[in-house]
């Protein structure tokens, strides 16, 4: 990739998060939108654009592609995009779920993370953080 291209890709992310506020989430929001244009830019062709509506017969199998709605699905979609390769503590779960836009309080994920690892779509592993014991998950 040549440089061109990357300051081209650091503008659309540094536009994107121009209206948020100065901190830690701008940071986070700008980090995961230039990775993902890293990552896998689409150029748009005319097929894109003249694309047709799907058929009742494509639209069967349209749950398994559409964006996920639920606590479990979301941080199922974190795991797919390679979040979980290092283990990550909730509050980093959290954090990341909220630069996606996905905002939920830390009791509400810790039952949804335990139902992902009784379901094993994670691993979760005792860890020491100082004097604390916390639980850190990673991919199964």
Known sequence: MD??????FRKQ???AVAEMPD???????FEVILNHLLEGPRPS?????QR??????EMKGAKETSPARSIAGR?????????????????EIREEL????????L????????????????????AKQGAKKIWKYSNP
């Not at 440089?3 to 081209?8: D, G, L, Q, S, T």
């Open 75 to 91: 941080i199922l979609v974190l795991r797919d995009e390679g979040f979980f390769k290092n283990q990550k503590t909730i509050a």
């Open 3 to 8: 440089a061109k291209r990357i300051i081209e």
């Open 52 to 57: 047709k509506a799907p058929s009742s017969r």
């Open 23 to 29: 901190g830690e989430l701008k940071l986070r929001a």
């Open 107 to 126: 009791t509400t994920l810790s039952g949804r993370l335990q139902t992902l690892v009784q379901n094993r779509k994670l691993r979760r592993e005792r």
């Open 45 to 49: 062709t005319t097929e894109d654009t």
């Open 98 to 105: 909220r630069a996606h836009g996905w905002h939920y309080p």
């Open 13 to 15: 992310a540094e536009k």
